[in-house]
C-alpha cells in the first residue's frame, strides 16, 4: 500500500511529536550539508576533489535541503472561511524545503508549534531532493 508520505518529495521522514525535535532534526540535517559542501570545496581548492560525477548517476554527492511537513487529518482541515463549502474528503500533507533553520529559529519553532495545535498536526522533517547550490 502507498502512503501518502511516499508522494512527499523527500526522503527518510523522521516523525517529530513535538516543535522543538523538529527544529533541532532541521538544524541537525542542515548543518550536515552545509559541512559536506565545505568539505568537498575545500578538496577541490587543495586539488583532491574525487568522486565528480553527474549527481543522477545515483551517488549521494550534492548536499540537499532539510524538508518539513505536517500531516492533516480530514477531520482537523478546515476551510478559511465560514462559508458553507463543504467537508474536506481526506487528509492533506504540506511541506516544503527549509534553509538556515537555526538563524530562524524563533520563526520556525512558533509557527511548528501553532500548526500542531491549531490542526493537531503530525509532523515530519526528512531530506528533500532540492539541492543546495
Known amino acids: 500500500m502507498v ?14 511529536s513535538s516543535a522543538e525535535e523538529a527544529l533541532s532534526h532541521l538544524v541537525t540535517l542542515y ?40 500531516v492533516v487529518s480530514a477531520e482537523k482541515s478546515t476551510q478559511t472561511s465560514k462559508l458553507a463549502l463543504g467537508g474536506v474528503a481526506r487528509q492533506s500533507i504540506h511541506g516544503c524545503a527549509i534553509t538556515r533553520p537555526a538563524l530562524y529559529s524563533e520563526f520556525f519553532r ?24
Do not use: M, W
Open 3 to 16: 502512503s501518502a508520505l511516499d508522494q512527499v518529495p523527500a526522503r527518510e521522514l523522521v516523525e517529530h
Open 31 to 70: 548543518d550536515a550539508a552545509i559541512n559536506q559542501i565545505s568539505t568537498r570545496f575545500d578538496a577541490y581548492v587543495a586539488g583532491t576533489l574525487e568522486g565528480t560525477a553527474a549527481a543522477d548517476d545515483g551517488n549521494d554527492l550534492h548536499a540537499t535541503y532539510p524538508y518539513l511537513c505536517a
Open 110 to 133: 512558533d509557527q511548528i508549534e501553532r500548526i500542531i495545535k491549531r490542526f493537531d498536526a503530525r509532523i515530519f522533517v526528512g531530506q528533500s531532493f532540492i539541492r543546495i547550490p
